[in-house]
Antibody, heavy 120, light 108 residues
Framework: QVQLVESGGGVVQPGRSLRLSCAAS????????MHWVRQAPGKGLEWVAV????????YYADSVKGRFTISRDNPKNTLYLHMTSPRAEDTAIYYC?????????????WGQGTLVTVSS | EIVLTQSPGTLSLSPGERATLSCRAS???????LAWYRQKPGQAPRLLIY???SRATGIPDRFSGSGSGTDFTLTISRVEPEDFAVYYC?????????FGQGTKVEIK
């Protein structure tokens, strides 16, 4: 079945780095644009970043631009989010999601999420 | 950037009642590029509706979406126990795609 599984979350100190992964299965990963969306504790959904199907073009929310890097490895069916210089306000559950129909199309499926806590 | 405003913030209903959720956009959403998601506590969001009115695979027909332009509605004809959750709308007609702030459907 179509599935996304995130990993790599945990506690990270401000200013350190962390890499999240999202393993895809059940569909042709290299055909789809992929996103990261986050949700701070008790808050709503915030789009973070997108990488085109071929890994070339990438776009970011202003809140993470210059600090986070989205990438993908199509032969490994894996999406990544490299977080550098994290701040307390980056504390959230991070979800990966597949875009449908267009680069910013509807998201389906979503992974189960991985929690990142930025704290000293 | 298109801003989506959902109302009400919280909807208190009894099982079996009808739920009507609103999503208003700050500017027109072209091609009815609007989706709805349900998020149960402790779970990831799940797609319910895309293209403003098309049900996603496996979504029961008690869920329906309508609207165009700047005003969209999600209707649950008879709320079931698993429908007590938070609902988000999302527009994907212009970049970046944006979400509404959510409507919580709670048990009355």
């Amino acid at each position: 079945q179509v599935q996304l599984v995130e990993s790599g979350g945990g506690v990270v100190q401000p200013g350190r780095s962390l890499r999240l992964s999202c393993a895809a299965s059940g569909f042709m990963f290299s055909n789809y644009d992929m996103h990261w969306v986050r949700q701070a504790p008790g808050k709503g959904l915030e789009w973070v970043a997108v990488v085109r199907y071929d890994g070339i073009n990438k776009y970011y929310a202003d809140s993470v631009k210059g600090r986070f890097t989205i990438s993908r490895d199509n032969p490994k069916n894996t999406l990544y989010l490299h977080m550098t210089s994290p701040r307390a306000e980056d504390t959230a559950i991070y979800y990966c999601a597949r875009a449908n129909w267009s680069i910013y199309g509807w998201f389906d499926p979503w992974g189960q999420g991985t929690l990142v806590t930025v704290s000293s | 950037e298109i801003v989506l405003t959902q109302s009400p913030g919280t909807l208190s209903l009894s099982p079996g009642e009808r739920a009507t959720l609103s999503c208003r956009a700050s500017q027109s959403v072209s091609s009815n590029s609007l989706a709805w998601y349900r998020q149960k506590p402790g779970q990831a969001p799940r797609l319910l509706i895309y293209g403003a009115s098309s049900r996603a695979t496996g979504i029961p027909d008690r869920f329906s979406g309508s609207g165009s332009g700047t005003d969209f509605t999600l209707t649950i004809s008879r709320v079931e126990p698993e429908d007590f959750a938070v609902y988000y709308c999302q527009q994907y007609s212009s970049s970046p795609g944006t979400f509404g702030q959510g409507t919580k459907v709670e048990i009355k």
